[in-house]
């Protein structure tokens, strides 16, 4: 999976008309008025019928013979796609969202870091090393975040299933909300200790003690959260 390209007309028409029926502005079985994007974005029906293609593929819309396109219900939704996702986090109820993003990482991510333990390479260790190291070295919160993420997608990527890697998109959302909040305060030092724990399982072989460690990440993660968030 991968973001469709928020460039040109078609990209940009695919993100609004995607946001809206995310945020129930079309809600479900809402006939999609195809002339009336056609105006209000100021396309043309080429560029309307592709961006409608590209939602159609995601789930969020169908087109039927003599009933026009419409919304889906919800549960047609390819709710894991990495827009949707990106789409439904910036949705009103986006706290909901969140919640139920952590607890799909506190799924996915010990468990990773326990296959992690038993499959990983040389190269899959140094690239763990090189992002812990990365957060040390980088001072700015983005660049920060950039390294958190790289660090979590090289733990994914040394468990070697393609299905646990493609689990990226979840957690780099889930990720990248937490540390705006818990980086933008200065609380690095907090962050670091877990982290070397994860490592140091990982490259010790030790399955069990990945997963503990993964997960009492992920549980002082959501505990940050919860205290610093406004």
Not at 84 to 101: H, I, K, S
Not at 163 to 190: F, K, N, P, S, W
Request: charged letters at 30%; zero cysteines; aromatic letters at 4%.
């Amino acid at each position: 999976m991968s973001n469709y390209p928020d460039r040109g007309l078609h990209g940009h028409l695919v993100r609004e008309v995607g946001r809206r029926i995310i945020s129930g502005e079309f809600p479900p079985a809402a006939t999609i008025e195809i002339d009336r994007l056609e105006r209000e974005y100021d396309v043309s029906l080429t560029v309307v019928r592709e961006a409608l293609r590209v939602l159609a593929a995601k789930g969020l819309v169908d087109a039927r013979p003599k009933r026009g396109t419409f919304v889906r219900p919800r549960t047609d939704w390819s709710l894991l796609d990495p827009d949707v996702l990106q789409w439904q986090f910036e949705g009103t109820d986006n706290d909901a969202f969140l919640a139920n993003l952590a607890e799909v990482r506190l799924i996915v991510e010990p468990q990773g870091a326990r296959l992690a333990a038993a499959r990983r390479t040389e190269a899959d260790l140094d690239a763990l090393e090189a992002a812990l190291a990365s957060v040390t070295a980088e001072t700015s919160t983005e660049s920060i975040i950039d390294a958190d993420l790289a660090f979590h997608r090289a733990l994914l990527a040394a468990t070697h299933n393609e299905l646990l890697v493609r689990m990226e998109h979840i957690i780099e959302i889930g990720l990248r909300t937490r540390d705006l909040i818990v980086h933008a305060q200065g609380h690095r030092d907090d962050f670091l200790p877990p982290h070397r724990a994860v490592l140091d399982a990982v490259r010790a072989a030790d399955g069990d003690r990945a997963e503990q460690a993964m997960r009492a990440l992920l549980e002082q993660a959501a505990r940050d959260e919860r205290q610093l968030r406004p």
